[in-house]
């Protein structure tokens, strides 16, 4: 079983910084207590390196304003002065909002809060809610998944139980804000790919592009988690 590290990082990923990657994200980590004077524990082993672990890793051009990241801070430093110390360091759209003692597994995290802004060239076509709605109706939102290898054939997962609450709103005239709250974990579920299967479904009320934001993480219990 993965060691839960003592502290954390709440931090931002957003502008250029939605395109590095997941594990040059943690490099940047590595680099930024590096530079910033801050001990942190360190893999054991011949090629050692300071550990650090995110929840959840995000995917390549999503942007978000509730990454976790764990570590173990070794340097007799006041946590609440780690984010200005590490912000210093680190590169545009990486910025440490918070660090604070861990008191939680990452695996009890259960549900996250989504943002999808949906834009439209020739502006929102009629319909478009009233499609996600019925779109969302139990026994439509069956999504098909690649197989992970040639030997495997797609599977089928039933993803209504995933979506625990949505709301849409516009935002101008070529612009839809879709809000919603999916299952982050055992199972979970993607927004991309909630859209990807929306806009197969129904190709005239699909968008022109989709982007991705991670509002919020939850527990069980519909706590925020930290």
């Known amino acids: 079983m993965a060691k839960m590290h003592a502290h954390r990082l709440l931090y931002e990923k957003t502008g250029r910084a939605i395109y590095i990657s997941h594990l040059d994200t943690m490099a940047q980590f590595q680099r930024a207590f590096l530079r910033a004077g801050l001990e942190i524990w360190q893999t054991e082993g011949y090629n050692r390196h300071a550990y650090v672990s995110i929840a ?9 304003r509730c990454e976790i ?16 110390l590490l912000n210093r360091t680190l590169p545009e759209g990486l910025r440490v909002l918070s660090c604070y003692g861990a008191e939680r597994p990452f695996k009890q995290i259960r549900m996250l809060d989504w943002s999808i802004t949906m834009d439209y060239d020739s502006g929102v076509p009629e319909g478009v809610e009233e499609g996600f709605r019925e779109f969302l109706a139990p026994e439509h939102l069956i999504v098909r998944t690649p197989p ?12 209504t139980p995933m979506v625990h609450r949505w709301a ?7 612009q839809l804000r879709l809000s919603c709250n999916l299952a982050a974990q055992e199972p979970s579920l993607n927004p991309q790919l909630l859209m990807e299967t929306f806009s197969a479904r129904y190709p005239e009320l699909a968008p ?13 219990n519909g706590e925020i988690f930290r």
């Not at 992970?148 to 993803?159: A, C, D, L, P, V």
């Open 168 to 174: 849409m709103e516009p935002v101008g005239e070529r």
């Open 148 to 159: 992970k290898n040639s030997n495997q054939g797609y599977t089928e997962q039933h993803q």
């Open 56 to 64: 959840l890793p995000l995917s390549l051009g999503f942007s978000s």
């Open 69 to 84: 990241l764990e570590f173990d801070l070794l340097s007799q430093v006041p946590l609440e002065e780690v984010p200005a």
């Open 208 to 220: 022109d592009f989709a982007r991705y934001r991670r509002e919020e993480v939850f527990q069980e």
